[in-house]
């Protein structure tokens, strides 16, 4: 089953900018559609961005279309978070997922759709 380790999280300013990695190792990870979710402390998880396998289909929560970009490398094993114009509300704690059957936009957004997850990245914005 595969693996994922996100990185690229930190402190920064309202207004920044980050690029959050999320490696996989073993299995296929061009079988897969990826996803990006947050949590924020006191709240429940939430859909951010995801991908298809082919990276033909993107999908992005309304809170963060226009400022947030999803992307993969399947050579790479490594999907993308690419965000800018951070907000203070985007404080969260972001989480990568793979899910080996989700093909259309009614299963991107539900977390139940992801059989896999990593352990998560925190992202924090200073206002």
């Known amino acids: 089953q595969v693996q994922l380790v996100e990185s690229g999280g930190g402190l920064v300013q309202a207004g920044g900018s980050l690029r959050l990695s999320c490696a996989a190792s073993?299995?296929?990870?061009?079988?897969?559609?990826m996803g990006w979710f947050r949590q924020a402390p006191g709240k429940e998880r939430e859909f951010v961005a995801a991908?298809?396998?082919?990276?033909?289909?993107?999908y992005y929560a309304d809170s963060v279309k226009g400022r947030f970009t999803i992307s993969r490398d399947n050579a790479k094993n490594t999907v993308y978070l690419h965000v800018i114009s951070l907000k203070p509300e985007d404080t969260a704690v972001y989480y990568c997922?793979?899910?080996?059957?989700?093909?259309?936009?009614?299963?991107?957004?539900?977390?139940?759709?992801?059989?896999?997850w990593g352990q998560g990245t925190q992202v924090t914005v200073s206002s």
């Open positions: 997922a793979a899910s080996p059957s989700c093909s259309g936009y009614g299963c991107y957004p539900l977390a139940t759709s992801y059989n896999y």
């Open positions: 073993r299995g296929t990870f061009g079988v897969y559609a």
């Open positions: 991908q298809s396998r082919s990276a033909g289909t993107t």
